[in-house]
Every structure is written in structure tokens, then in C-alpha cells.
Nanobody, 123 residues
């Protein structure tokens, strides 16, 4: 059973930074694209960022220039560095393993999910 464990969430003031981590048990980790999604109360889960096996990254438009996704294959971990946080970034953030075909921004392309970590940005 594949496990993903997220960490790094918390409460931060607007303009602050957080770095989320996601340790995955999928092997070989380097062969899988990884994604970050978020879900705010009363809203649908939305794509935030993805990183391919090549290291190429893609982002939700509103987070471009503020968020950076990266991976450390030696540690089987993917990261999401979030800077200049805004109250609208408040959500539960999930990491996921892309095991299916389809768009990198589509949740259906991902078949393993973490439990989520809460990010709250206060104004």
C-alpha cells in the first residue's frame, strides 16, 4: 500500500512563507510525477502544482511566481515552497502520486493521495 505523509502546514500571516513536504513510499519514486492539490471549505479540490520525472514543473496560474514545487528523489520527497501567502491560499493541501494518464492538472490522473495538511493564512 502506497503511503504519502504531508507535513509543514500551519498558521501564517499574509505575506509569510511555508514549506510543505510529502514523503512517499511509492518505488521507484523517481519514476512518478507528483502533484499538489488544495481544497478550501465549500470548494472543490483544485490543482496547485505538479512536477514531472524530468523536474519540469507546472502551476495553477494564481500561484505562479509565489509557489515552487521541487523533488528530492534520494529522499523520496516532494516539496512545495509557498511564499507571499495570501488569505485565499487557505486550504487543506494534498500531495498525490500520478499513476494514470491524463492532464497533470487533473485529479483523476493521480491514484494515491496523502491525508492533507492544513494551511491557514490570516490577514
Amino acid at each position: 500500500q502506497v503511503q504519502l505523509v504531508e507535513s509543514g502546514g500551519g498558521l501564517v500571516l499574509a505575506g509569510g512563507s511555508l514549506r510543505l513536504s510529502c514523503a512517499a513510499s511509492v518505488r521507484p519514486f523517481s519514476m512518478y510525477a507528483m502533484g499538489w492539490f488544495r481544497q478550501a471549505p465549500g470548494k472543490e479540490r483544485e490543482f496547485v502544482a505538479a512536477i514531472r520525472t524530468t523536474g519540469t514543473a507546472s502551476y495553477l496560474e494564481p500561484v505562479k511566481g509565489r509557489f515552487t514545487v521541487s523533488r528530492d528523489n534520494a529522499k523520496n520527497t516532494v516539496y512545495l515552497q509557498m511564499n507571499s501567502l495570501k488569505p485565499e491560499d487557505t486550504a487543506v493541501y494534498y500531495c498525490a502520486v500520478r499513476g494514470n494518464s491524463g492532464s497533470y492538472s487533473s485529479a483523476t490522473a493521480y491514484d494515491y493521495w496523502g491525508q492533507g495538511t492544513q494551511v491557514t493564512v490570516s490577514s
